[in-house]
């Protein structure tokens, strides 16, 4: 049973910056790719950053490239969101997600597996 646990939210300024990290449990996640979503209230999951399983490429969504970083360790089982320059628009439940493939990927159903999330909120 994989389990994927989302920590380091929280409120913060606009301007500032949080790290997110996603521990996995369950199985190794070397052979898999990675990635963020996040979500607000009546609207749809969004793509926020991808990361192939070998770390070699990533994916970001326009509206955070530049500011987001996505990065794994897959000895420590862990993937990682660095967000800096964070602006209100960027509040909502960050989600992690593990895919069912090497390749890193923009879409929710390439995902297998999903935290429970953890709330970031920027304030302005």
């Known amino acids: 049973q994989v389990q994927l646990v989302e920590a380091g939210g929280g409120l913060v300024q606009a301007g500032g910056s949080l790290r997110l990290s996603c521990a996995a449990s369950g199985r190794t996640i070397s052979s898999y790719a990675m990635g963020w979503f996040r979500q607000v209230p009546g609207k749809e999951r969004e793509f926020v950053a991808a990361i192939s399983a070998s770390g070699g490429r990533t994916l970001y969504a326009d509206a955070v490239k530049g500011r987001f970083t996505i990065s794994r360790d897959n000895a420590k089982n862990t993937v990682h969101l660095q967000m800096n320059s964070l602006k209100p628009e960027d509040t909502a439940v960050y989600y992690c997600?593990?895919?069912?493939?090497?390749?890193?990927?923009?879409?929710?159903?390439?995902?297998?597996?999903w935290g429970q999330g953890t709330q970031v909120t920027v304030s302005s």
């Open positions: 997600a593990e895919a069912r493939g090497y390749g890193a990927s923009r879409y929710p159903q390439a995902y297998d597996y």
